[in-house]
Every structure is written in structure tokens, then in C-alpha cells.
């Protein structure tokens, strides 16, 4: 009987040991299944093999009416904004294409004017609520008429960066309509805060809305430097976070804050603050960097908050795994942030976990993340073919 | 027929820290794998944008079919370490007072 228990509980030490040193050696070695080069995801000149898939598939979905509406069916279930986000990523990214590859501009740009005049056109009949959620509706905006940064900052933003691929004199007025309307409501709160929501106003939003202030500047040959300059004024004092010095994500009109520094918020700020002041965006995504992005065995993610901030998991967030706190939508627009900043360790390291974790599916050319959806596969888009509109603005 | 099913009833005994049962069980899951994919439910792990795969289904409907696939992904991958290092173990442990795991 001893001798039998010995010799189970030999064997249980063994299959155990041998289970911890299967782990430590097959865990850090997983990473190099999935790493590929990182031109295969970002290139300095031309398009990376991903972004001609992941374009393919975008391109396949506006030419197939059908096929789009199933996709939007499936966002607008969980959230309206994810539908008009996907526009505005998408024509970013054809914008950056284009320049990349003027040979391509022909193709891109029936695309690009048939998603910004069909968004003008829904929000036209439908009012600014067809692209927000439903909570929009709960309370009324603060300052009338009710107006969505949101909308009428990326919307500016589309329309800027169609005309720097091509300029496109129907677009000039309604872009510095917005933006004069936006200029108006910053001067008029002493934070420079605009409504997206009723009485909620996201950093985000204002960051977009700043990167089309310095677009229009290039194009019309305006010069909104002052306003911008001021707004970074104002959110250095107003708007930072005192633990992680990173900007916090909304606050409300007043000024009260709402949420801390986030993920989902975060990177995108940083990218579009480079065309306003670089060194404030840079110092801003070292810190994100630091609090908020991870690398571990080789794989790269996104945490929605930094250790000192416990935000409530939202629909910005998406699925936040316990315990790693890997989140879907700040890992997502971390690749904006590490292509814009030219981190390439922590580009690979999220593509590494992107082709690991988020379900690649490839078929006749088309690249889809099964993982992700439209919007998020167009920002993925984005974060590989980033960089020339930006560098035209700041460098014309 | 009947040397197939006493080979198959050998397998199915293996002791559970046996190479034999590492390799069984990755059978298995290779073919729950398998099944997963051929029914598409990798569609189903869009769950992790928070975004229904199907908008006919309710949310934890979709969500469970996506989390049933991420299981079996993260099994197949997971599972696929500890066969060789089972083998050695299993080599150091197979004393003749040991039970007798068949190897393939």
C-alpha cells in the first residue's frame, strides 16, 4: 500500500513538473508562431500586404449594398457610433492609400465621396441621433442646437482629408461650416468644451476636431494655430490626470470629469494631437505607453485603464479579460498610436497577438478579423496606412 | 473489426498523464475543433468587440457559441505543449512498478 501511494505520488510530482516545464518552455516560444514581419503589416512607402486585404474587404463592402447593410446591422445592434466611426476610419485610410499610391486615387475616390455624402445625407434626414446611442436622447444638449462634436469633427476631418487627395470645391463650404460652428462653441466655454452627448464632452473628439482645424489651415490657408494652441493650454491645466499625467477621456461642460484616462480614447488623441503639437503628443504617448500598453511573452495588448484609474467596462472598452485587463478596443487603437509614434517592438508585439487572438480570416484576397468587427478592422486599416496625411499637413 | 475496438478501448484506458491520453485528448479536441470551424462559429468571437455575430440570436447566445470556439482554439494551441514533454515524463516514470501506459 505505501509502496503504491509512492509511486502515484511519484508519478503526480512528475506530470506536474513535467506540465510546469511544458508551460515554461511552450509559453514564451507561442509568440513566434504568429510573428511576421512587420512589412507585412506597415510600410514607410507603399501598402503593406494587410492593408491591400484589409482594403479589399472594405472596398468589397461599399460595392456590395447587401453585404454592408448586414455588416452595420450587426454594429448598430450594439452601438450606432461604431457605424459612422467605420466611415470615418475607412475614408481616412483610402486618403493615406491614395497619397501612398497616387495610381490608386482613381479608384479610391468614387468610394470616399459615396461614403461622406451618403453620411451627410443620413445625418440630414435623420438628425445627429441615427449615429449616437440611444442615451443621447435621455437628457437635452446643453447649448442649442444640439450639435455632436462627435459627428461634425470627423465629418470635417473626412471632408479636409478628401480634398487633400484631391481637392474637391463642394466640400470646402460645409467643412468650414463645421468648423466654424465647432470654433464657436470652444470660444464660448471657458474649457473649450463641445457636446457630443448631452453635457458630455470627449477628449477624442476634440482631438479630431483639432487635426481638422490644422488640415483646413493647409488646405484654405486659414490659421486656427491660436485656437489650437490655446485648447492644448487649457487641457494641460484642465484636463490632465494628476497620477498618470495622461489626459482623461470626458468631463462635462463645467468641466466636472466623467471618466479618466482610457485606451479606447487615449491613442487616438495622441495620433491626432502630432499635427497640433508634437511634443505634448509624444510625451502624451509615453505615458499611455508606459500605464496603458503591455507586452508580455511577446505579445502585445491595450489595457483600457491605467492601474490608478478603475473605469467601468463599457461599450468603448468591449471585452476586458480579467485578470491580464486586456481590452478589445484599447488594444485595437494602440496600433494607431504605436504606428504614428514609430514604436515597431510594441506594432509587432500587437500584431503578433492580433494574428494569434483575433481570428484572421482571408478569403479570395479579403482580409477580415472575425474577432473584430467593421469599425475596428478599419482602424486597423488605418494604423497601416497612416502617415501621409498627416505629413502633408504639418509639411506641405 | 474487433482488434480496432480493443485498440481503441486500450487507448481510451491510458492512464490521464500518459502520452497516449495527451495524444487521444488532442484528437478530440482537434475534432471539436474542426466541427467548430465547419459551423462557423469563429464568426461567433466578435463577441470580444462586443459586437452580436448574428442579430437574430440574443447577445448570450452568440457570446457562448464565440466562447465555446475561443475554448477549443486556446485548447488546440495549449495542448499541443505538453505531448512531447509528457513523452519524457512518462519515459523517466516508466518503472515496472509503474502502470503500464501503452505508447504510441
Same mark, same amino acid.
Given at each position: 500500500?505505501?509502496?503504491?501511494?509512492?509511486?502515484?505520488? &511519484?508519478?503526480?510530482?512528475?506530470?506536474?513538473?513535467?506540465?510546469?516545464?511544458?508551460?515554461?518552455?511552450?509559453? %514564451?516560444?507561442?509568440?513566434?508562431?504568429?510573428?511576421?514581419?512587420?512589412?507585412?503589416?506597415?510600410?514607410?512607402?507603399?501598402?503593406?500586404?494587410?492593408?491591400?486585404?484589409?482594403?479589399?474587404?472594405?472596398?468589397?463592402?461599399?460595392?456590395?449594398?447587401?453585404?454592408?447593410?448586414?455588416?452595420?446591422?450587426?454594429m448598430r445592434t450594439s452601438n450606432a457610433e461604431w457605424?459612422?466611426?467605420?466611415?470615418?476610419?475607412?475614408?481616412?485610410?483610402?486618403?493615406?492609400?491614395?497619397?501612398?499610391?497616387?495610381? *490608386?486615387?482613381?479608384?479610391?475616390?468614387?468610394?470616399?465621396?459615396?461614403?461622406?455624402?451618403?453620411?451627410?445625407?443620413?445625418?440630414? @434626414?435623420?438628425?445627429?441621433?441615427?449615429?449616437?446611442?440611444? !442615451?443621447?436622447?435621455?437628457?437635452?444638449? *446643453?447649448?442649442? %442646437?444640439?450639435?455632436?462634436?462627435?459627428?461634425?469633427?470627423?465629418?470635417?476631418?473626412?471632408?479636409?482629408?478628401?480634398?487633400?487627395? @484631391? #481637392?474637391?470645391?463642394? !466640400?470646402?463650404?460645409?467643412? $468650414?461650416?463645421?468648423?466654424?460652428?465647432? #470654433? @464657436?462653441?470652444?470660444?464660448?466655454?471657458?474649457?473649450?468644451?463641445?457636446?457630443? !452627448? %448631452?453635457?458630455?464632452?470627449? $477628449?477624442?473628439?476634440? =482631438?479630431?476636431?483639432?487635426?481638422?482645424?490644422?488640415? +483646413?489651415?493647409?488646405?484654405?490657408?486659414?490659421?486656427?494655430?491660436?485656437?489650437?494652441?490655446?485648447?492644448?493650454?487649457? =487641457?494641460?491645466?484642465?484636463?490632465?490626470?494628476? $497620477?498618470?499625467?495622461?489626459?482623461?477621456?470626458?468631463?462635462?461642460?463645467?468641466?466636472?470629469?466623467?471618466? /479618466?484616462?482610457?485606451?479606447? $480614447?487615449?491613442?487616438?488623441?495622441?495620433?491626432?494631437?502630432?499635427?497640433?503639437d508634437e511634443p505634448f503628443a509624444r510625451n502624451q504617448?509615453?505615458?499611455?505607453?508606459?500605464?496603458?500598453?503591455?507586452?508580455?511573452?511577446?505579445?502585445?495588448? /491595450?489595457?483600457?485603464?491605467?492601474?490608478?484609474?478603475?473605469?467601468?467596462?463599457?461599450?468603448?472598452?468591449?471585452?476586458?479579460?480579467?485578470?491580464?485587463?486586456?481590452?478589445?478596443?484599447?488594444?485595437?487603437?494602440?496600433?494607431?498610436?504605436?504606428?504614428?509614434?514609430?514604436?515597431?517592438?510594441?506594432?509587432?508585439?500587437?500584431?503578433?497577438?492580433?494574428?494569434? +487572438? +483575433?481570428?484572421?480570416?482571408?478569403?479570395?484576397?479579403?482580409?477580415?478579423?472575425?474577432?473584430?468587427? @467593421?469599425?475596428?478592422?478599419?482602424?486597423?486599416?488605418?494604423?497601416?496606412?497612416?502617415?501621409?496625411?498627416?505629413?502633408?499637413?504639418?509639411?506641405? | 473489426? &474487433?482488434?480496432?475496438?480493443?485498440?481503441?478501448?486500450?487507448?481510451?484506458?491510458? %492512464?490521464?498523464?500518459?502520452?497516449?491520453?495527451?495524444?487521444?485528448?488532442?484528437?478530440?479536441?482537434?475534432?471539436?475543433?474542426?466541427?467548430?470551424?465547419?459551423?462557423?462559429?469563429? #464568426? !461567433?468571437? *466578435?463577441?470580444?468587440?462586443?459586437?452580436?455575430?448574428?442579430?437574430?440570436?440574443?447577445?448570450? *447566445?452568440?457570446?457562448?457559441?464565440?466562447?465555446?470556439?475561443?475554448?477549443?482554439?486556446?485548447?488546440?494551441?495549449?495542448?499541443?505543449c505538453l505531448e512531447p514533454l509528457e513523452r519524457l &515524463?512518462?519515459?523517466?516514470?516508466?518503472?515496472?512498478?509503474?502502470? /503500464?501506459?501503452?505508447?504510441?
Open positions: 500500500m505505501n509502496s503504491k501511494f509512492k509511486t502515484l505520488f &511519484k508519478n503526480a510530482c512528475l506530470g506536474f513538473a513535467a506540465f510546469a516545464l511544458a508551460t515554461a518552455i511552450w509559453m %514564451p516560444c507561442l509568440h513566434l508562431f504568429f510573428r511576421k514581419p512587420l512589412s507585412n503589416l506597415y510600410q514607410e512607402k507603399g501598402i503593406s500586404p494587410k492593408a491591400t486585404q484589409l482594403a479589399a474587404r472594405h472596398l468589397h463592402l461599399w460595392t456590395e449594398p447587401t453585404l454592408r447593410q448586414a455588416e452595420l446591422k450587426k457605424d459612422f466611426m467605420g466611415r470615418s476610419f475607412l475614408v481616412w485610410s483610402l486618403v493615406n492609400m491614395g497619397l501612398r499610391d497616387p495610381e *490608386t486615387k482613381s479608384r479610391y475616390l468614387p468610394v470616399i465621396d459615396q461614403i461622406i455624402e451618403e453620411t451627410v445625407k443620413i445625418e440630414q @434626414q435623420d438628425g445627429i441621433y441615427v449615429f449616437l446611442m440611444p !442615451y443621447a436622447k435621455d437628457q437635452p444638449y *446643453t447649448v442649442k %442646437p444640439a450639435r455632436s462634436l462627435f459627428i461634425d469633427g470627423e465629418i470635417a476631418l473626412m471632408m479636409g482629408a478628401r480634398r487633400m487627395l @484631391q #481637392e474637391y470645391p463642394a !466640400y470646402q463650404q460645409p467643412m $468650414t461650416e463645421r468648423l466654424r460652428l465647432i #470654433e @464657436q462653441r470652444w470660444l464660448a466655454n471657458p474649457l473649450m468644451a463641445a457636446e457630443s !452627448y %448631452p453635457d458630455e464632452c470627449w $477628449t477624442f473628439d476634440h =482631438a479630431v476636431a483639432l487635426a481638422a482645424f490644422k488640415v +483646413a489651415d493647409r488646405l484654405d490657408g486659414t490659421d486656427h494655430s491660436p485656437l489650437c494652441q490655446k485648447w492644448i493650454a487649457v =487641457a494641460r491645466e484642465k484636463l490632465i490626470d494628476k $497620477t498618470t499625467g495622461l489626459l482623461v477621456s470626458s468631463y462635462q461642460t463645467d468641466g466636472a470629469p466623467l471618466d /479618466g484616462p482610457e485606451g479606447s $480614447t487615449i491613442w487616438m488623441v495622441v495620433h491626432c494631437l502630432q499635427v497640433v504617448y509615453e505615458r499611455a505607453r508606459k500605464e496603458l500598453g503591455r507586452v508580455a511573452l511577446g505579445f502585445g495588448y /491595450g489595457t483600457e485603464w491605467p492601474a490608478s484609474w478603475e473605469g467601468p467596462r463599457d461599450i468603448d472598452s468591449g471585452v476586458v479579460i480579467p485578470g491580464l485587463g486586456v481590452s478589445a478596443g484599447s488594444s485595437g487603437m494602440a496600433f494607431i498610436a504605436a504606428s504614428t509614434f514609430r514604436d515597431w517592438d510594441f506594432l509587432r508585439a500587437l500584431a503578433t497577438t492580433l494574428d494569434m +487572438a +483575433a481570428f484572421p480570416s482571408l478569403k479570395k484576397g479579403q482580409l477580415k478579423y472575425c474577432a473584430s468587427n @467593421q469599425v475596428g478592422d478599419a482602424a486597423l486599416l488605418y494604423a497601416t496606412v497612416l502617415g501621409p496625411l498627416w505629413e502633408r499637413t504639418t509639411h506641405p | 473489426m &474487433k482488434r480496432f475496438f480493443r485498440f481503441f478501448r486500450e487507448l481510451w484506458k491510458a %492512464p490521464a498523464f500518459s502520452p497516449t491520453a495527451f495524444v487521444i485528448r488532442a484528437i478530440i479536441i482537434t475534432v471539436f475543433f474542426s466541427i467548430s470551424e465547419l459551423l462557423g462559429l469563429r #464568426e !461567433y468571437t *466578435t463577441f470580444l468587440s462586443g459586437t452580436s455575430a448574428n442579430v437574430n440570436l440574443s447577445w448570450q *447566445t452568440a457570446s457562448l457559441l464565440g466562447l465555446i470556439h475561443l475554448f477549443l482554439y486556446v485548447a488546440s494551441r495549449a495542448h499541443r &515524463k512518462h519515459s523517466a516514470a516508466n518503472s515496472p512498478s509503474s502502470s /503500464g501506459a501503452t505508447c504510441l
